[in-house]
């Protein structure tokens, strides 16, 4: 199997004021990294599948399904057979996929580096650089993963390592990795793991995997095994890592900082680490087209938690939390629940419904837990200050030919301790061979602060399946500030052979206070890169690859923000296949 490294320029902010968030950066490295380490269609199993952002646990056993009746797929496109797939849903994911091809022998493996740097207002300037190498031979696979965020100090601000066996049985990992099983209540890796999936022919291990992207503070480091046989599935593991943390002036924990990347950089050098010394344990069994499973972990730390009201969130030295999930896939519907506990008296719970009729999807998903659960490898990571918190999303979706519609909402999103607790879309797209048109209609509001609508309008035109011209208009109206936000964007595509050429310009309009615009600048190196700002400017970026043979490629990307000041960025980045 060839592997080539995938992901693009990952560490370059053209509005300074934009904050990286590790979950949509490690969503994104996944996504890249899928489009130069294509899965098999033919060989790939559910959780495999389900680890394409766009395809939920549901498509992913119909295609499995759909494989196992007509024994293969001859093409990638066939995929537009297996129902609830839509001609917008195999164009995104197609790039993600192959079939069947004769593996070399020998050793395999790639090589990525890429490099940022940008201006601020004021003339000072921040880089930042990630580096990634990977070899396979046989049923071994090796990671090395670096990396400096930009405003860190230090020339390396984290450092991964990462061996992993798997002989289709039974399989260990060591350096830095992540576990995930169930809704991700009590264990979970750097994005949610989909519901274990019944009947699956996994080709890899599924609930403990090595890192591909700097994961930071979601790594746990040390050693795991996982095992799968006649149905079962076993993992244990042990870790011990370092977290950044706010102390108390009596040096007890007031804050563990376990998402995002760093706020405090500036100041990386004295930050206060804390040691967690971590295990877990996960058993789960297939019975037909159900499974079930169980987990337990443990954290200890090195500190005393102390928070201001430790009545209603974690405190002590260490935390045991246990869960039990439930999967089940019968016909056109899906059923995923979990019931976990925390030490302390700690209670948690979810439960995710998805189901389709020809045409037409539904599905709903309610997650709550109490104000003293609390779970550090789980979905949910903050272990102070919690209090009782329901999470609810529902979805209605229709499509038929080129036309899909659907309509969302949702409470606190999943990630987010202070998010927004109400957030319904209306989304309305229509696709007629080369042109295709969105429509998305928002509303959002605040627990305390503003409310606010958003209309976004989206153009597109094709001349083939690279070659296309984007059209943006988004408006944005906060209805109790007298700020209000729009944005005109426009982005285009073009492949001359091995040359990949992509170019964006955005034009932000803000008055008033509480209006904040969002643009997601392509880029030949970086997909769905977002960038934010609240002030009235310019945004101008272009980007070019050239793949070599061998499977060389070689990068560059220049931006342009127009604000009060002007500010530049440019990123370069080399990647190397080895056969």
């Known amino acids: 199997m060839i592997l ?15 904050v990286a968030d590790e979950d949509v950066a490690g969503l994104q490295e996944q996504t890249e990294y899928l489009f130069t380490h294509p899965l098999d269609l033919n060989k790939a199993g559910r959780e495999e599948l389900g680890s394409i952002p766009w395809l939920n646990p549901l498509l992913a056993d119909r295609i499995v399904r759909f494989r196992d009746s007509a024994g293969a797929f001859l093409d990638v496109a ?8 839509s001609p917008e849903l195999l164009r995104v994911v197609v790039p993600m996929l192959v079939v069947s091809r004769a593996k070399p022998a020998g050793l395999n493996g790639s090589l990525l580096m ?47 390592l990462g061996l992993q066996y798997w002989d289709g049985v039974f399989g260990a990992v060591i350096g830095n990795y992540t576990c995930g099983v169930g809704l991700g209540i009590v264990h979970s890796g750097p994005h949610r793991s989909p519901v274990e999936q019944a009947g699956s022919r996994a080709t890899g291990p599924t609930g403990l995997r090595t890192l591909h992207s700097a994961a930071e503070t979601r790594a746990l480091r040390g050693l795991g095994f996982e095992l799968r046989r ?75 938690f102390a928070p201001a009201d430790s009545s209603n969130s974690f405190h002590g030295r260490q935390v045991v939390t246990g869960g039990v999930s439930g999967n089940l896939v019968t016909g056109g519907y899906r059923l995923g629940t979990e019931l976990a506990g925390s030490s302390g008296g700690g209670i948690a719970g979810g ?12 599905g709903l998903a309610v997650t709550g837990y109490s104000a003293r ?11 102070t200050n919690r209090r009782d918190r329901l999470n609810a999303r529902v979805g209605l979706g229709y499509d038929s030919g080129g036309f899909s519609a659907s309509l969302s909402g949702r409470t606190y999103r999943d990630y987010d301790e202070d998010s927004l607790p109400a957030n319904v879309e209306l989304r309305l797209v229509q696709v007629v061979e080369w042109f295709r048109a969105e429509l998305r209609l928002g509303w959002q509001f605040r627990q305390v602060n503003q409310r606010q609508r958003n209309a976004h309008v989206e153009l597109t035109c094709r001349s083939s399946s690279v070659d296309a011209v984007s059209l943006v208009v988004e408006d944005r109206y906060p209805e109790d500030r007298s700020g209000r936000g729009v944005l005109l964007g ?21 008055s008033g206070k509480g209006a904040r615009m969002y643009w997601s600048e392509p880029g030949v190196m970086r997909i769905g890169q977002h960038y934010t700002t609240s002030r009235p400017g310019w945004r101008l970026g272009t980007s070019a690859a050239v793949l070599f043979g061998g499977g060389v490629e070689i990068a560059a990307k220049l931006g342009t923000t127009i604000e009060d000041a002007v500010t530049f960025d440019c990123a370069g980045q080399l990647r190397l296949g080895l056969n």
């Open 4 to 18: 080539a490294s995938c992901v693009s320029l990952a560490v370059w902010t053209p509005f300074p004021e934009t």
């Open 78 to 85: 066939q995929l537009g057979l297996v129902p609830g797939v």
């Open 114 to 160: 890429r490099v940022g740097t940008d201006s601020v207002a004021g003339g000072a300037g921040r880089s930042g650089w990630f580096g990634r190498a990977q070899v396979v031979r046989g049923s071994w696979l090796g990671v090395a993963l670096a990396e400096k965020d930009r405003g860190e100090p230090a020339s390396i601000d984290w450092l991964g």
């Open 230 to 304: 006649k149905g079962w599935h076993a993992s244990v593991f042990g870790s011990q890592r370092m977290l950044d943390a706010r102390l108390n002036p009596d040096g007890t924990v007031a804050r563990l900082r376990l998402d995002g990347l760093h706020d405090d950089s500036a100041a990386r050098a004295e930050r206060d680490l804390v040691a967690e010394l971590a295990a877990g344990v996960m058993l789960g069994k297939r019975l037909g087209q159900a499974s079930v499973s169980g987990q337990l972990g443990l954290a200890a730390f090195d500190r005393e």
């Open 351 to 362: 439960l995710e419904l998805d189901g389709s009729w020809q045409g037409l999807s539904a």
């Open 373 to 383: 659960f609390s779970a550090p490898h789980g979905r949910w990571r903050t272990l």
């Open 490 to 510: 426009m982005a285009g595509y073009r492949r001359a052979g091995p040359v990949r050429l992509a170019a964006a310009v955005a034009r932000v309009m803000t």
